[in-house]
C-alpha cells in the first residue's frame, strides 16, 4: 500500500499501477452516506431516485472521489504529500458498478528544493466510460 | 427547444457564510476511511501511525466533505451547499455537483476543532449548446483548526445542466 516511489526514476508518461474498487452495493453506499452525512434520498431510496429519471440510488460523487484520492494519496505513500486534488464527475456509479482508478504523470518539476509530481487521472467503471477526470499534485 | 435561461444571481459573488464548527473524532476519521475501503492504516492504527512523519492519526483526502457539508434535502438549517445553492438561485432540479478540488496544507487529526468559511468564489452564465444560458457557481471552503493553522480549501463547482 505504502509503495515506495522515488521521484528520481519516475518518467512523464508512466501510468502508476491501477486500483480497482467495488463492486458497489447498496449496503456500501448507504455506509458512506452515514460516515459522510450526506443522506441525499438519491443515494439511498431507490423510489425516490427512480422518481429522479435515475436508473436506481447512485454513489456519492465523493466517494468516486474518494477512492481516487485513495488511489493517489496510498500510491504516493509516506514520501509523498498530496498536495492538491481536481476532479470533474462524469457517468453515475451505481451498485453493481466496479471502479478502476488509473493515473500517469503528466510532468516533473523541481523548484527551490520542492520536487513535484502532476498527475493526470481518471476512474472507469466496468464498461469503459469515465466516471472521474482529474489532476493531482504529489511534493516528495 | 432550447433550455430556459439561468436565473442564477451573479450579484452574490463574494458573499461569505458565517463559520461553521466541527469536531474530529478518531473514530470518526476510521469510519469514514472504512465507508471508502480505503486500508491505510495511516487513518485507524495509532500504533502504525505514531511511527510515521506524522506522528499520529490522520484524516484521508476527502475527510473535509464532512465539515463541509454535503447537499442534504430537507435538512434544517439548510448546510452551507442547500444553502448557497438557494442564495445564488441555482435551479435544484438542474443543478449537479460538477467538479471538486481539495488543496491540503497541514494535516487534520482527531480532536481538531475545525472552523471553515464558505464563501462564493464565482459566479458565471455559460452559454449550453442551444444558446441557453446556464448557471455556474463555485464555493471555496476555507478550513483552519483551533491554533489558526490552515488545514485545507475545498473547491466545489455546482453546475446547472
Redesign the interface.
Known amino acids: 500500500?505504502?509503495s515506495q516511489v522515488s521521484f528520481d526514476k519516475l518518467q512523464v508518461g508512466d501510468s502508476i499501477p491501477p486500483l480497482t474498487?467495488g463492486p458497489l452495493t447498496r449496503e456500501?453506499i448507504k455506509?458512506?452516506a452515514?460516515?459522510?452525512?450526506?443522506?441525499?434520498?438519491i443515494h439511498i431510496d431507490d423510489k425516490f431516485a427512480t422518481s429522479f429519471g435515475l436508473p436506481s440510488v447512485i454513489a456519492?460523487?465523493?466517494?468516486d472521489?474518494?477512492?481516487v484520492?485513495?488511489h493517489v494519496?496510498?500510491w504516493a505513500g509516506?514520501d509523498g504529500?498530496?498536495?492538491?486534488?481536481?476532479?470533474?464527475?462524469g457517468a453515475i456509479v451505481k451498485p453493481g458498478d466496479t471502479v478502476t482508478c488509473k493515473a500517469k504523470i503528466k510532468e516533473k518539476k523541481v523548484e527551490s528544493g520542492k520536487k513535484t509530481v502532476f498527475l493526470e487521472l481518471w476512474a472507469e467503471n466496468q464498461k469503459g466510460e469515465q466516471v472521474i477526470t482529474g489532476e493531482a499534485e504529489v511534493v516528495f | 427547444m432550447p433550455g430556459k435561461d439561468t436565473k442564477v444571481d451573479l450579484s452574490v459573488k463574494g458573499k461569505e457564510y458565517p463559520p461553521i464548527k466541527f469536531k474530529v473524532e478518531k473514530s470518526h476519521i476510521a469510519a469514514f476511511a472504512q465507508a471508502i475501503d480505503d486500508p491505510n492504516k495511516l487513518y485507524s492504527d495509532e500504533k502504525h501511525a505514531a511511527k510515521t512523519k506524522y506522528k499520529g492519526i490522520v484524516a484521508p483526502p476527502t475527510y473535509p466533505v464532512c465539515f463541509t457539508g454535503g447537499i442534504e434535502m430537507g435538512k434544517q438549517p439548510p448546510p452551507p451547499l442547500m444553502k448557497v445553492g438557494l442564495d445564488t438561485k441555482l435551479n435544484p432540479g438542474l443543478m449537479v455537483h460538477g467538479e471538486q478540488e481539495f488543496e491540503y496544507f497541514n494535516p487534520i487529526r482527531p480532536g481538531d476543532e475545525i472552523t471553515s468559511v464558505a464563501r462564493i468564489a464565482d459566479v458565471e452564465h455559460k452559454l449550453r449548446k442551444d444558446g441557453s444560458k446556464r448557471g455556474i457557481v463555485t464555493i471555496e471552503f476555507t478550513s483552519k483548526n483551533q491554533k489558526g493553522e490552515k488545514l485545507t480549501v475545498g473547491r466545489a463547482i455546482l453546475i446547472e445542466r
Open positions: 500500500m505504502s474498487k456500501w455506509k458512506y452515514d460516515a459522510s452525512g450526506d443522506h441525499n434520498p456519492h460523487g465523493m466517494l472521489m474518494g477512492f484520492a485513495q494519496a496510498n509516506l504529500f498530496l498536495r492538491k486534488i481536481k476532479v470533474r464527475f
